[in-house]
T-cell receptor, first 112, second 118 residues
């Protein structure tokens, strides 16, 4: 079956540091890949997506590239802010079933 | 604001009871998905409805059931509640698109219902 593995957290960074959160997946076919963010006390918000190999999703300074050869979709940001503190989820969508399979989530805390 | 609404926001009940969670999808979205978020299991897919019909089931217990009504809102019914059912329950609705000949779907999540079973 499909699965998503994210790097263990929590991740603690100083403001303006570089962020990488690793995500690898196992899936049959050609899934779409997503990063969702959950701010404290809130629901999930879509951060970025990529629908096919070599696509780069980007939003709010975050980027991730769909790498089929390494089955990865790592999230990066060049300079994090305190307001980026949240839980980040990598997910894949199997279009044949419509369900999202999530990674375990990575807690990011950014200090001033 | 995703456009997906869920009620109630919080629910506190006792073991053995039954509760109903409600979700209204974004205008025009025909698909509704239910997910459970708990500390030990993470985010898990429960069930998917499309235009009133069940399309896929995930890790949904037999004590749980769902339906989608003609106006497209959905309800998740949880019965014979146990302490372990305490969790955040999310509803999502989706739009389907095509990019470069590849079909994709994006799910928009509601704010969730936090269920506490005492």
């Amino acid at each position: 079956g499909n699965s998503v593995t994210q790097m263990e957290g929590p991740v603690t960074l100083s403001e303006e540091a570089f962020l990488t959160i690793n995500c690898t997946y196992t899936a049959t076919g050609y899934p779409s890949l997503f990063w969702y963010v959950q701010y404290p006390g809130e629901g999930l918000q879509l951060l970025l997506k990529a629908t096919k190999a070599d696509d780069k999703g980007s939003n709010k300074g975050f980027e991730a590239t769909y790498r089929k050869e390494t089955t990865s979709f790592h999230l990066e940001k060049g300079s994090v802010q305190v307001s980026d503190s949240a839980v980040y989820f990598c997910a894949l969508l199997s279009t044949s079933y419509g369900k999202l399979t999530f990674g375990q989530g990575t807690i990011l805390t950014v200090h001033p | 604001d995703s456009g997906v609404t869920q009620t109630p926001k919080h629910l506190i009940t006792a073991t053995g009871q039954r509760v109903t969670l409600r979700c209204s999808p974004r205008s025009g979205d025909l698909s509704v998905y239910w997910y459970q978020q708990s500390l030990d299991q993470g985010l898990q897919f429960l069930i998917h409805y499309y235009n009133g019909e069940e399309r896929a089931k995930g890790n949904i217990l037999e004590r749980f059931s769902a339906q989608q009504f003609p106006d497209l809102h959905s309800e998740l019914n949880l019965s014979s509640l146990e302490l372990g059912d305490s969790a955040l329950y999310f509803c999502a609705s989706s739009v389907v698109g095509t990019s470069g000949g590849h079909n994709w779907a994006e799910q928009f999540f509601g704010p969730g219902t936090r269920l506490t079973v005492l």
